[in-house]
C-alpha cells in the first residue's frame, strides 16, 4: 500500500508564476489536508478536503491560493501569483473516512522556492 | 480560536535521560490528540496518540498522559537515545477533522 504521495518534491517559481502542488492519498484515504511550515516552524493547517467538497478552509489565504480534491486524480494546491513569502514546505496528509479522529498520514511535502 | 500551546521549544538531554514536553489546548470539544516525530528534511509521523476517554497510554519509552479538567496532555520519553533527536508536535482535533499543531519542540540528545 503506498504511502501517501506528493509531487513535485522540490518547486522553483519565479515572483508572479502560479506553482501548482499535487497530493495523492493512501489508497482508501478520503480525507486530504493540506499544511504549510515555514523555516524552523510548525505546521499551520491550511485546508480540509473531501472528495469534490472542501470542508474547511479557514487556515488558507483568501487570495491567490485554492485548493481542491476531484473525483479522479490527485488533490491539486494552487498558488497564483507567487511572492518570496509564499515560500515553505508544503505538507498534504490524509485519514481514512469515520467519525471518530484518525491519524493522518503525511506526504513528503513539496519545497516551494520563489526566487 | 482553538489554540494548542507547546512548551518547550527547545530541549536538550543527556543520553539515557528523560525528556517531557507539554502541551495546552483551548477548546474543550477536542477529543484526540496526536504526537507527530519529525526529523531534519522528512515527514511528520505519528508516534503516540490518546483519545479523550483515556487518561495515559505508554508505548515502550513514549508515554502521553492527558488532563482533560486542565486541558493539558503531555509527552514522555524515558532512556532516550540520539535517534530521538528530532522536532516534536503535539496536536489537538476536535473530531471536526480540523487539526491543530503546537510551534513544536526540538529535542537534542546528548551521547
Known amino acids: 500500500n503506498a504511502g501517501v504521495m506528493q509531487n513535485p518534491r522540490h518547486l522553483v517559481r519565479r515572483r508572479g508564476q502560479e506553482a501548482r502542488l499535487r497530493c495523492s492519498p493512501m489508497?482508501?484515504?478520503?480525507?486530504v489536508y493540506w499544511y504549510r511550515q515555514l523555516p524552523e516552524e510548525g505546521l499551520k493547517f491550511m485546508v480540509y478536503?473531501?472528495?469534490?467538497?472542501?470542508?474547511?478552509e479557514s487556515g488558507m489565504p483568501k487570495e491567490r491560493f485554492s485548493a481542491e480534491f476531484p473525483k479522479e486524480g490527485p488533490s491539486i494546491l494552487r498558488i497564483q501569483q507567487v511572492v518570496r513569502g509564499d515560500s515553505a514546505a508544503y505538507f498534504c496528509?490524509?485519514?481514512?473516512?469515520?467519525?471518530?479522529?484518525?491519524?493522518?498520514?503525511f506526504g513528503p511535502g513539496t519545497r516551494l522556492t520563489v526566487t | 480560536g482553538e489554540n494548542v500551546e507547546q512548551h518547550p521549544s527547545t530541549l536538550s538531554v543527556q543520553e539515557g535521560d528523560s525528556a517531557v514536553i507539554k502541551c495546552t489546548y483551548s477548546?474543550?470539544?477536542?477529543?484526540?490528540f496526536p504526537w507527530y516525530k519529525q526529523e531534519l528534511g522528512k515527514r511528520p509521523q505519528l508516534i503516540i496518540d490518546?483519545?479523550?476517554?483515556?487518561g495515559e497510554k505508554k508505548d515502550q519509552r513514549i508515554a502521553v498522559t492527558l488532563n482533560k479538567t486542565a486541558k493539558h496532555f503531555s509527552l514522555h520519553i524515558t532512556e532516550t537515545q540520539p535517534e530521538d533527536s528530532a522536532v516534536y508536535f503535539c496536536?489537538?482535533?476536535?473530531?471536526?477533522?480540523?487539526?491543530?499543531f503546537g510551534a513544536g519542540t526540538r529535542l537534542f540528545v546528548k551521547a
Open positions: 478536503l473531501q472528495k469534490e467538497n472542501i470542508i474547511d
Open positions: 490518546i483519545r479523550s476517554n483515556v
Open positions: 477548546d474543550s470539544a477536542s477529543n484526540y
Open positions: 489508497k482508501g484515504h478520503s480525507h
Open positions: 496528509a490524509s485519514s481514512p473516512p469515520g467519525q471518530w479522529s484518525y491519524e493522518q498520514y
Open positions: 496536536a489537538a482535533d476536535t473530531g471536526g477533522f480540523k487539526t491543530i
